[in-house]
């Protein structure tokens, strides 16, 4: 296990118990943040009293207070200098008092006093709340165990801190943007990820201060640390009875009971030497002890910056006055971890800075048990999945299929899994790893190996890929040459140029590494399902199956099929069709060249009706689906058909829960919205047994012009057209003439005319895909060149890449003119091949560098 990995692992256990007694602390901590200021505002009359003429001296309040206090002794008068405050006075506490909450000494009474009259004021209303308020906060109201628990939780909010700092480290770390900007665009799983690291980091230094000056208060040794850091003066005075007895000089008049001091006296001692005060508390010398006023100036630097002045308590000499402007400056840090914890050292937006943090301390904690509820969630699932898989009985062409994954959320992770799932429902050998089990040299035993990787904090591998990626970045061009693969990269485009950024370095590295593709890296963006979907796809094509039911189906709109077209009569390759579809009258659907148009095929009447016949079912038997009504028939004619011997006999309910939705196709959109309709080229596809593919045949042969089609959009910004001021290069074969022609559309109407189009087909009488058009572009000058292949016909160049490979000197022309290279067509010999006739005429670096800059992008299945 990594450092990062044991961080994590210890963040999140903690998180999930000590989080909790962290956010009750929190929440009370910041109930009391404006204590005073509250019980103020509540208590007019008790607290804070009408200002009329002069106040009683001390002498004369003292003894209005004993006039109706006369059995108990008092032990201490705070004064304000604010006409409104009222006084304080302290009472010794009984002789039999019990002890405090929390193990403290007994405490006695304290009152409200009317400082121009002495009379005692009524007891504040609230204090009983700030009580139990801080106690929670202190002991969780519990004594000793809750002392200790609130202990344990504060050292494990200093570990929070810096592991959370620690695991969130950006790569660009000096961007202050990084480290503190909240983004509000960001869902579900990747907010929650983003207000606990994000919101954690705005209220770190807070949490820091709060905890380490909150220890202060858990543990003995903590407090004899920090005085030993600041070179305290040995402890002054102790509260407790019986300090100092005995102690001191030895003076014998310091035995006298402390109810014989001399007010007045004392006052004016204290007068003479503080002139200018804010607040003063006179308290009265304990046996042996002296007469001691504690004091803030009129400005003092928090609440806490107490002065202290010691008198003799019967010449009044001072014998210790101690300020807090003079003290050392650790002194001061170690005298003020009251003011620090609450962050009234730091002035009043201190305190609200500090109240604000606290509140948001249950945050963490939500965010927290959020986050890991989810990723267990999808842990549980991948297990399920890995549990499920049988395990390999015979492989296919002597391959087996790894899939690795590398995953921080729990997403690629079931990915993998779920992929491997697919795939073992053919005769695959499939088996699932994590990058964190592989290192790269592992590769080069492997034929076919599918990644699903997402990217996490700033294009940076999951932490289980770190060290894959780590020994990845060294390795040899060029050492995984027979390895084929495919890239499921999950990311979030909020993330910007950080997008998927993993699953990009990974497949450069790949490459690097001569290793092929079967298929064009797959982003996933926010969990796209339309992503999802063309990943199996290919999980589809690659495993030879055409009835993968969609792990989350489209919802599709009903558009119209408005024409089809024979595009190639007498073709020798598959027959060609030009298809046209209408968007729903009431919906306005828009598109870009480069986009998809995903289609949900249905079964003809034909074949519903036989599966109907040989099973029995009734096909009228009606039935609500996503609250609409529904036939069987017609949910047949949309689902994969279960084997009949497995269904015949069923309950109509039973079988219509095993039901899975046919899987969708998708073809490269050949029109632009202004053409009114969504317009493709489909190849009519045949089975072994000689009767039309799913799509290809409902399409090309059982649905009619005028009839309900099932499609929808999908945006492919992979594929969208490059910046209107530079040359473009379209190169393609087959129906990927489709793609290009959306193009080139595109381009002429944006008045981009610098265009040159490289097309392959087999033959030139047959095959001549939108040939008319494309001669009138020619001739009218919106396409620059034009080079037509046709592999069966003369002499010429067979191929696309060859004919690439004789121009080479224009494709450097263009090239140098800033031209994007745009591919559309078959990913088996002609995309590898143009690929290579690129790398032959600029270099490998110079192509990965287009690659980099979006200028060479591809349409390839
Ligand atoms: C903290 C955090 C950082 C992320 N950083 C990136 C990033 O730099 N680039 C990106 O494309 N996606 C980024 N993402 C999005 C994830 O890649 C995406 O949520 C993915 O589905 C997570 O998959 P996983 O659960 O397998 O880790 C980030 C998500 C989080 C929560």
Request: charged share 20%; with cysteine.
């Amino acid at each position: 296990m990594t450092t990062r990995n044991a961080l994590f692992q210890i963040h999140w256990f903690l998180g999930i118990t000590a989080g909790i007694v962290l956010a009750l602390v929190g929440v009370t901590g910041g109930l009391l943040s404006f204590e005073d200021e509250l019980l103020k505002a509540w208590n007019p009359g008790v607290i804070s009293v009408q200002a009329r003429g002069t106040a009683l001296s001390p002498d004369a309040l003292v003894a209005r207070i004993r006039e109706q206090r006369p059995d108990d002794r008092i032990q201490s008068l705070a004064l304000s200098r604010d006409a409104t405050d009222a006084a304080r006075v302290g009472f010794a506490p009984a002789k039999d008092a019990a002890r405090g909450p929390g193990g403290r000494g007994p405490r006695g009474e304290s009152r409200y006093v009317n400082p121009y009259t002495g009379e005692l004021l009524d007891k504040p209303r609230g204090e009983g709340f700030f009580r139990t308020t801080m106690q929670l906060h202190r002991w969780l109201a519990m004594d000793d165990v809750g002392k200790q628990i609130v202990a344990f939780s504060t050292v494990a909010l200093i570990f929070f801190c810096l592991s959370g700092l620690y695991l969130r480290w950006p790569r660009r770390w000096h961007s202050l943007r990084t480290w503190l900007a909240l983004d509000w665009k960001q869902k579900g799983r990747n907010f929650l990820w983003h207000l606990h690291s994000i919101v954690g980091t705005w209220v770190l230094i807070a949490y820091l201060i709060m905890s380490l000056t909150g220890l202060w208060w858990s543990y003995g040794w903590y407090r004899d640390a920090v005085n030993k850091w600041a070179d305290m003066p040995s402890q002054q005075q102790p509260r407790g009875e019986g300090a100092r007895a005995g102690g001191g000089r030895g003076d014998a008049s310091k035995q006298r009971k402390p109810a014989d001091v001399d007010v007045a006296a004392a006052w004016n001692a204290f007068q003479r030497t503080v002139p200018e005060w804010s607040t003063a508390t006179l308290q009265w010398p304990r046996e042996g002890g002296g007469l001691q006023f504690r004091y803030l100036d009129t400005d003092p630097a928090h609440e806490r910056a107490n002065n202290t002045l010691e008198l003799d308590p019967f010449t009044f000499a001072v014998e210790k006055h101690e300020r807090y402007d003079a003290r050392p400056w650790k002194q001061k840090i170690a005298g003020s971890m009251f003011a620090l914890h609450r962050g009234s050292f730091f002035g009043v937006g201190g305190v609200i800075l500090f109240m604000i943090a606290s509140l948001l301390m249950p945050l963490f904690a939500i965010t927290g048990w959020m986050l890991y509820l989810e990723r267990r969630k999808r842990q549980r699932e991948a297990k399920r999945l890995a549990t499920s898989l049988i395990p390999p009985t015979k492989s296919v062409n002597g391959e087996r299929v790894l899939v690795a994954y590398a995953s921080q959320t729990g997403n690629a992770q079931r990915l993998a899994w779920q992929t491997a799932a697919e795939l073992n429902k053919t005769d695959n050998h499939v088996e699932v790893k994590s990058l964190a089990e592989l290192k790269p040299d592992d590769l080069a035993n492997e034929a076919r190996v599918l990644f699903v990787v997402s990217t996490f904090g700033e294009s940076q591998p999951p932490d289980g890929g770190r060290a894959f990626a780590r020994r990845m970045r060294a390795m040899q061009p060029g050492s995984l040459r027979g390895l084929r693969y495919g890239i499921l990269s999950l990311g979030d485009s909020e993330y910007g140029e950080d997008y998927s950024g993993f699953g990009r370095e990974l497949e450069h590295w790949l490459h690097v590494a001569g290793a092929t593709p079967l298929f064009d890296r797959i982003d996933v963006d926010a969990m796209d399902a339309g992503a999802l979907r063309h990943w199996q796809h290919h999980l589809g094509v690659m495993s030879g199956r055409t009835d993968m039911a969609d792990w989350t189906a489209p919802t599709y709109q009903h558009w119209l099929l408005a024409e089809r077209l024979h595009l190639n009569p007498g073709s020798p390759g598959g027959a060609a069709f030009h298809i046209a579809l209408m968007p729903p009258a009431d919906t306005r659907v828009t598109w870009q060249a480069g986009d998809i148009i995903e289609i949900g095929p249905r079964h003809s009447d034909t074949r519903v009706n036989d599966f109907l016949t040989a099973t029995g079912f009734d096909g009228d038997h009606a039935m609500v689906v996503d609250d609409a009504m529904t036939s069987l028939r017609h949910l047949l004619a949309h689902s994969l058909l279960p084997e009949v011997q497995a269904v015949r006999g069923m309950a109509v309910g039973a079988l219509i829960t095993q039901l899975k939705p046919l899987p969708h196709r998708e073809y490269s959109i050949a029109s632009l919205p202004a053409d009114g309709s969504v317009q493709f080229v489909l190849r009519r596809m045949l089975l072994p047994d000689g009767t039309p593919g799913l799509a290809s045949g409902w399409l090309c042969d059982h649905a009619s012009v005028g009839d309900q089609i099932n499609a929808r959009i999908r945006s492919n910004p992979n594929f969208h057209a490059p910046d209107s001021t530079r040359p473009m290069v379209l190169i393609g074969n087959g129906t990927g003439i489709g793609g290009l022609r959306a193009h080139l559309k595109e381009r002429i109407a944006a008045g981009a005319h610098r265009n040159w189009m490289l097309f392959g087909e087999r033959s030139a009488t047959s095959d001549r895909l939108y040939g008319a058009e494309l001669e009138d572009w020619l001739q009218s000058g919106v396409l620059t060149h034009l080079d037509r292949i046709f592999s069966r016909d003369g002499d010429g160049p067979h191929y696309v890449q060859d004919a690439l490979r004789a121009n080479t000197l224009r494709l450097r022309e263009w090239l140098d003119e800033g031209a994007a290279i745009y591919v559309c067509g078959s990913l088996q010999g002609m995309a590898p091949g143009v690929d290579a006739v690129l790398v032959d005429a600029i270099g490998q670096d110079a192509v990965d560098a287009l690659v980099e800059a979006g200028r060479y992008r591809r349409d390839v299945y």
